[in-house]
């Protein structure tokens, strides 16, 4: 049976990541809903002033290099960069989820600044490379790198847009640093391509260098592209164009080959937010969220209750996952410390990569509330999270009394929303007990490929040992990890 595409390239995308040989490189495309305008729009003034029609020139590097020769400088043409990108724009979904993949290189021909905005947005550093003595010195403790080979907005003198720019880019007084780089991340990672046509100037402008920088011991890469728009009624668009597009695309794709490209095809642009989101979910899926707090620790009492969530950190950790937790109070510090045991007993010195601890602030921003911060604090949390398992979950009603916990239900909730599989110990009580019921009901709403109820059952037993239930959370994790 022949082998689904899309499956196969997250399968061996993920497996990238996960291994630390991922990365992305991004087009004008990427940035086009968020209101920048692509390779025509940037250069139509420059083509109207030439004479010429935007929307009849194939060689768009071609009409730049027109106009600086009947100029004798670039001028309008860094003065059109310096327009078109220095307008305010507002990040759009595909940045988001960009910047949430576990991906530490993303390469782009874009001049914008969108990129670097979503990783600071995400809480990362990252390190931007715009010229060569830039590619010198590194960042410390980035957890990104950006290269911007064709130049940067703040720069527009420098920006690569002509055909004399893309003939000189191998100079050692111009871009060779860059080409140098480049080929050590095309041999030693796989890319995905994103925001690229197969009419866009800088695709063949790239291929063209990956097939020069490495002949035929190419990796294997991926690219999106979209397919033609199928002619429909009264729309004005003829079948033969339509039927032109899609032969001149077979071609394209059969090209791609060459290069060792596997194109992926998408009817709309919102496919994009699409696969970056299965992305984002598969690999995720070894990034635990421990949720839950404990004023009270009835029904199984403090010491089993604190051991239970030690035990969960240390299996984490054993099971090669990581762990993310809000600390949660009486809760999230015992699940820590059962991971950091298992970290030191194995004598891991990455615990900065296996653990992702977010103490809740207690001051939010200006102009938002503490409960709106919270959230959007818990969104980020469990957005960088495959399952959520839930423990206890209640608090102190400020009378000496406990009360369920609110804020472990929105976890689930948004974990619910999120599409992320959450993994109640029903067995603890209190909001967790609550969560267990609400998933055992639709446990097929929840895990879609089945094989857990069995395991569900076992997390709702308060006479179950804490070995049975923590196996019970770990059969659930490996169930869904396939």
């Known amino acids: 049976m022949a082998t689904d595409p899309l499956e196969s390239f997250y399968a061996n995308y993920v497996k990238a990541i996960h291994a630390g040989h991922a990365a992305i490189f991004a087009g004008a495309g990427l940035s086009r809903s968020s209101g920048y305008v692509d390779w025509k729009g940037l250069l139509k003034g420059i083509a109207k002033d030439l004479g010429l029609d935007i929307d009849k020139e194939t060689d768009l590097i071609a009409v730049a290099q027109y106009h600086e020769n009947k100029y004798g400088n670039r001028t309008e043409i860094n003065q059109a960069i310096i327009h078109e990108f220095m307008k305010d724009a507002v990040l759009n979904e595909n940045h988001y989820r960009i910047a949430n993949l576990p991906i530490a290189t993303v390469w782009t021909t874009n001049y914008d600044t969108l990129i670097e905005q979503a990783y600071e947005a995400a809480r990362k550093k990252v390190d931007v490379k715009i010229s060569p003595p830039n590619l010198v010195n590194q960042r410390s403790g980035r957890a990104v ?42 041999v030693d990672k796989s890319f995905l391509f994103l925001g690229f046509s197969f009419t866009d100037p800088n695709i063949d402008y790239i291929l063209g260098r990956i097939r020069g920088l490495l002949g035929k011991n190419q990796g294997i890469h991926y690219c999106v ?45 919102s496919g994009v937010t699409a696969i970056l989101g299965e992305l984002n979910r598969r690999s995720h899926l070894n990034d635990v969220f421990v949720s839950g707090s ?29 762990l993310v937790s809000g600390l949660g109070v009486g809760i999230g510090s015992f699940a820590v410390v059962g991971a950091l045991e298992a970290l030191y007993s194995r004598h891991y010195e990455d615990q900065g990569d296996r653990l ?22 818990r969104e980020e949390m469990i957005d960088k999270s495959g399952a959520c ?6 608090k102190d009603d400020g009378t000496g009394s406990p009360v369920e916990a609110g804020g472990v239900i929105e976890e689930f909730e948004i974990a619910a929303a999120m599409g992320k599989y959450p993994i109640p110990v029903g067995a ?12 055992s009901k639709d446990v097929k709403k929840f895990f879609p490929a089945g094989g857990v109820k069995s395991h569900f ?16 959370v770990f059969a659930i994790l490996k169930q869904v990890n396939g």
């Not at 003939?167 to 095309?186: C, N, V």
């Not at 398992?389 to 209640?394: D, H, I, P, Q, S």
């Open 145 to 186: 790198t950006v290269y911007k080979m064709h130049g940067d907005v703040s720069q527009p003198h420098e920006a690569v847009i002509t055909k004399e720019d893309y003939e000189t880019y191998d100079a050692p007084d111009k871009r060779q640093l860059f080409s140098i780089k480049l080929k050590g991340d095309l």
């Open 225 to 269: 592209m979209r397919s033609p728009e199928k002619p429909k009624p009264f729309s004005g668009r003829k079948k033969a164009d339509y039927e032109y597009e899609k032969t001149k695309l077979d071609h394209r794709i059969a090209d791609l080959k060459r290069y060792g490209i596997r194109p992926l095809l998408i009817d709309e642009y």
């Open 294 to 322: 404990a004023f009270a620790f009835d029904p199984l009492g403090q010491s089993r209750l604190e051991d239970l969530a030690r035990l969960i950190g240390r299996r984490v950790i054993e099971n090669d996952c990581n």
């Open 356 to 377: 992702s601890l977010r103490p809740f602030p207690q001051r939010p921003p200006k102009g938002m509330s503490l409960p709106e911060f919270w959230r959007k604090y």
């Open 389 to 394: 398992v839930f423990l206890a979950g209640n």
């Open 428 to 439: 603890t009580g209190h909001a967790a007990r609550k969560i267990w019921e609400i998933v």
């Open 457 to 472: 059952e076992t997390l709702g037993n308060e006479k179950k040992t804490n070995k049975e239930l923590v196996d019970a």
